[in-house]
């Protein structure tokens, strides 16, 4: 988690919102990545996403059972989807997302009945940190 509030941190200095995610096979990182948005005009440029695609190209596969994602923010419905088409077998993340969150706060998606793929969920690591860095960020743009 502290190498994704790294990647957040320089995700913050390029002008994009602080968001970082690692990717990682036990102790081996496979793919890291902050947020991409602002500089690639690509709203799907989430830091999940562009990790996510980073470590099918690493592995070969896009299909990646077996590893864990780590991010700064509770993902969104479109990440959570991803994490499920590419069969991520744990998810661990930093801050709580009650605007948009669809893991705990607005939608359960991870935990969907109908799907046929279950990610392992550990919520709120390093949160404060992670809400910090977002709350710094926005702070100094109001």
């Known amino acids: 988690m502290r190498l994704a509030l790294a990647k957040a ?4 200095r390029l002008g994009e919102v602080p968001i970082g995610a690692v990717i990682a096979d036990g102790e081996k990182v496979i793919a890291a990545a902050g947020n991409q948005t602002i500089g690639d005009c690509d709203p799907t440029a989430h830091a999940e996403m562009v990790a996510l695609r980073a470590a099918a190209k690493e592995t070969g596969n896009y299909r990646l059972g077996g590893v864990t994602l ?5 993902p969104c419905a ?5 994490m499920i088409q590419a069969r991520i077998a744990r998810l661990v993340f930093g801050a709580d997302d009650p ?17 046929n ?14 809400a910090a860095q977002l709350k710094d960020f926005f702070a100094t743009r109001r």
């Open 78 to 82: 479109m990440c959570a989807g991803a």
């Open 99 to 115: 605007k948009g969150g669809a893991v705990t706060s607005c939608f359960e998606v991870l935990n969907h009945p109908r799907l």
């Open 9 to 12: 941190a320089e995700a913050g």
């Open 70 to 74: 780590y991010v700064t923010i509770e």
């Open 117 to 130: 793929h279950r990610v392992e969920v550990m919520p709120r690591v390093l949160a404060d940190e992670a």
